[in-house]
């Protein structure tokens, strides 16, 4: 008891408080209790918690590429990506926005040194083209020399 006492004294205040918190019982139903700490059997891990993180998250391990190479991922995709688009102008405005960005990353490169191609805006365009359906048929034109019944003389 005389050693507790000793002790008590030089007790910091964050240590006072969570022994108070105890003996109000404020631990006591807290979710987990009794059961191990996930993780504890696997082997060591430095990033542990990045992967806890990315999985936790749900963020796409694509994320965490440097930047060619997530812009050499977007560049081959890029056939997928304006498959669904409605109009060529569009198609466009995604190709030159990767191009630009791609622009910029060469301007400034960070992280290793990947060659990185812009990509080509006619062939994204012309498998764009390739991969629509043909445009229905437009209507067709009345016979020449037939008059209409509203324009009779």
């Known amino acids: 008891m005389a050693n ?3 002790w008590a004294r030089y007790e910091s205040v964050i240590d006072q408080q969570i022994r108070m918190a105890e003996e109000r019982g404020d631990f006591a139903d807290l979710p987990g209790k009794g059961k191990p700490l996930p993780g504890l059997d696997s082997a060591d891990d430095e990033n542990w918690w990045v992967r806890r993180w ?6 796409p391990s694509e994320a965490l590429l440097p930047t060619p190479l997530q812009l050499r991922r977007e560049t081959e995709r890029l056939p997928e990506t304006v498959r669904d688009l409605p109009t ?3 198609v466009r405005a995604t190709v030159a926005d990767l191009n630009r960005r791609i622009a910029e990353w060469v301007r400034a490169p960070s992280g290793p040194a990947v060659p990185v191609r812009r990509a080509d805006a006619e062939e994204i365009v012309r498998g764009w083209r390739d991969a629509r359906p043909a445009p229905p048929p437009a209507p067709a034109a009345p016979a020449p020399g037939r008059s209409r019944w509203w324009r009779r003389k």
């Not at 990315?54 to 963020?59: A, D, F």
């Open 54 to 59: 990315v999985e936790r998250e749900g963020v």
């Open 4 to 6: 507790e006492a000793y």
């Open 88 to 90: 060529e102008e569009a």
